[in-house]
């Protein structure tokens, strides 16, 4: 192994000894090239950020209390433009209320949006076990991985069904569980 060693260090010293200047120089420009766009992404990247926060206390804070102050839920301009403020819901199960949600859902009458997947990981050449039902596998000592889930958009399209049917079931101490966010959001036709 030492061997290996002694020849792989040779070959890089006698290999790094025999470049010409112009071919380091290169190569430095180039890392220095590298080194300056990556600084200028991470640059771009946070400024990025900070519009996308800008956008949305315009779009989800400002001009929502600003229709509201107003009096009006849209507001159509002489150009033909149309402003309006929508609501908007968010939602999300976090692992620590996931028990709770998923036992109400079920509770409620609504478990069909939980979406339940069973994983088996299998070695190579083992195609034709891999076809075999569960029960099979599980006696053969394989151990599936389980995971429940609502799709994100599932849940989000839920809360709003639940929120603006007005379903009293759907209270606030429900919500924590989901932790629903609502608001408005502005949207401006042309």
């Known amino acids: 192994m030492e061997k290996i060693n002694e020849l792989f260090e040779e070959s890089t010293t006698k290999a790094v000894e025999e470049m010409e200047d112009s071919s380091i120089e290169d190569l430095s420009a180039l890392c220095n090239k590298l080194l300056k766009v990556e600084g200028t992404i991470g640059n771009v990247e946070e400024r990025l950020q ?27 301009l002489n150009d033909g ?10 939602a999300r199960i976090s692992v620590e209320k996931l028990p709770d949600a998923h036992a109400w859902l079920r509770d409620n009458g609504h478990g069909d949006i939980i979406k339940n997947t069973v994983t088996l990981t299998f070695g190579q050449g083992e195609d034709a076990m891999a ?36 379903n009293g079931a759907f209270d606030l101490d429900v919500q ?6 609502q608001g408005k959001r502005t949207k401006i036709n042309r």
Do not use: M, W
């Not at 519009?51 to 229709?67: G, M, V």
């Not at 889930?149 to 849940?155: E, F, I, M, Q």
């Not at 924590?176 to 966010?181: A, E, L, R, T």
């Open 131 to 166: 076809t075999e039902l569960v029960d099979q596998l599980i006696s053969q000592g394989h151990i599936p991985q389980e995971k429940e889930a609502v799709h994100p958009s599932t849940l989000r399209a839920f809360v709003r069904e639940q929120i603006e049917s007005g």
């Open 176 to 181: 924590k569980k989901f932790s629903v966010y």
């Open 50 to 76: 900070r519009l996308k926060d800008q956008q949305r206390e315009l779009s989800e804070q400002l001009i929502p209390d600003k229709l509201s102050q107003l009096g009006v839920t849209n507001l159509k």
């Open 81 to 90: 433009s149309q402003i309006s403020a929508e609501p908007f819901y968010g």
